[in-house]
Nanobody
């Protein structure tokens, strides 16, 4: 098991901001690639953003580029997602994912992520 605990979701209005957090173990943070995904009702889970441990380089889905910022605190073993200018299309359950056997990479394919947290719900009203 790879424990991942997301938090920070909530109900906000369009244009508001939220900051999501994903707490992990030190081992997870050092050995696995991590990313944020989201899943809207009736839709497949989709990639949102990823960040590399080694150099902080990032990868974003086109739909969130310029509005969301992913970061990680390696001392606190925590992954963050700062979400600005939220729109109703951003509504969904946001998950933190960790790969197995693929460390320090930027990966958007959800099938490469074997471990997931319980998710945190983000609801954006218009």
């Amino acid at each position: 098991q790879v424990p991942l605990v997301e938090s920070g979701g909530g109900l906000v209005q369009a244009g508001d901001s939220l900051r999501l957090s994903c707490a992990a173990s030190e081992r997870t943070f050092s050995m696995y690639s991590l990313a944020w995904f989201r899943q809207a009702p009736g839709k497949e889970r989709e990639f949102v953003a990823a960040v590399k441990r080694s150099d902080g380089s990032t990868l974003y889905a086109d739909s969130v580029k310029g509005r969301f910022t992913i970061s990680r605190d390696n001392d606190k073993n925590t992954l963050y997602l700062q979400m600005n200018s939220l729109s109703p299309e951003d509504t969904g359950n946001y998950y933190c994912g960790a790969t197995a056997g693929l460390a320090d990479m930027l990966l958007r394919n959800r099938n490469l992520y074997h471990y997931w947290g319980q998710g945190t719900q983000v609801t954006v009203s218009s």
